[in-house]
């Protein structure tokens, strides 16, 4: 990966795309999404080798494999070792999965799979449930039932009626279970009880019932797009520790 930012950053080379004009447009957008401008220069594989012939300074290759023959992935080959260039295939329909992939060689074919997420392990499963027992029980114990009795006194000045408001939703399993919140229906929008987290405190019910998680469950992934895609893939304790204490300090964010 560093090899391939490196080459769509040499001012001085240019970062050759092989692919159709809306495969290359794609791609373009997407390095400019992610604030990368290379000196782009592009090729239909129509126009392959024969155009290759014209091209000097050349930093890296990133092609869409789709479109090319076997010869046209040979030519590449043989060029990009004469110019000293990296080679990359970009496979869109990669992307639309969203997960890590493993290649898997049988002779002259590869195999392409997703790599297990962490918490397809029983034993991280396991310790990702003890996690949610300690915080939430921790929580229940000492403070939650003070935060209950200010949060009871507020609500029940305003309106008559239950403190907790029930939301029927699904866990990941597709069983039906009540979410609690407190209920901030009768009170203004400005209030610090409507617009702070306070009101989702009692979802540490539903954690501690094993309903849901505190992370991404309570505490929401926010460091990056498809955060929750990215989270099952990198599980750790040590990820969960760090998404709760930043999350408690409002950066609920990875540097």
């Not at 080379?13 to 092989?18: A, D, E, P, V």
């Not at 030519?75 to 997960?99: D, H, I, M, W």
């Not at 992370?215 to 990056?224: A, E, R, S, T, Y």
Request: aromatic fraction near 10%; proline fraction near 5%; hydrophobic fraction near 45%.
């Amino acid at each position: 990966m560093k090899k391939l930012y490196k080459g769509m950053q040499d001012p001085a080379k240019t970062f050759l795309l092989i692919g159709s004009d809306e495969e290359v447009n794609d791609i373009r957008a997407e390095l400019n999404g992610q604030g990368l401008s290379p000196q782009i220069q592009s090729i239909s594989p129509d126009a392959l080798p024969d155009a290759l012939q014209e091209l000097e300074s050349v930093a890296a290759v990133c092609c869409v494999p789709m479109a090319l023959q076997k010869s046209d992935l040979q030519t590449l080959r043989q060029f990009c070792r004469e110019k000293s260039a990296e080679l990359f295939f970009c496979v869109p329909g990669l992307a639309a999965l969203q997960e890590n992939m493993q290649v898997r060689n049988v002779g002259f074919m590869s195999f392409l799979s997703p790599i297990p997420e962490p918490l397809s392990h029983w034993w991280n499963r396991l310790v990702k449930r003890l996690f949610d027992l300690l915080v939430s029980g921790l929580f229940l114990f000492f403070l939650f039932p003070f935060i209950y009795i200010v949060a009871a006194v507020i609500i029940k000045r305003k309106s008559a009626g239950p403190v907790f408001s029930l939301t029927k939703e699904r866990n990941r399993k597709g069983k039906t279970f009540s979410r609690f919140d407190f209920r901030t229906d009768a009170l203004p929008e400005s209030s610090f009880l409507h617009k702070s987290s306070v009101k989702r405190m009692p979802q540490l019910l539903n954690v501690f019932m094993g309903n849901m998680s505190v992370v991404p469950g309570l505490v929401k992934c926010q460091f990056c797009k498809d955060a929750d895609v990215w989270y099952r893939q990198n599980w750790s304790l040590w990820l969960d520790i760090r998404i709760l204490v930043k999350a408690m300090f409002n950066k609920n964010k990875i540097e």
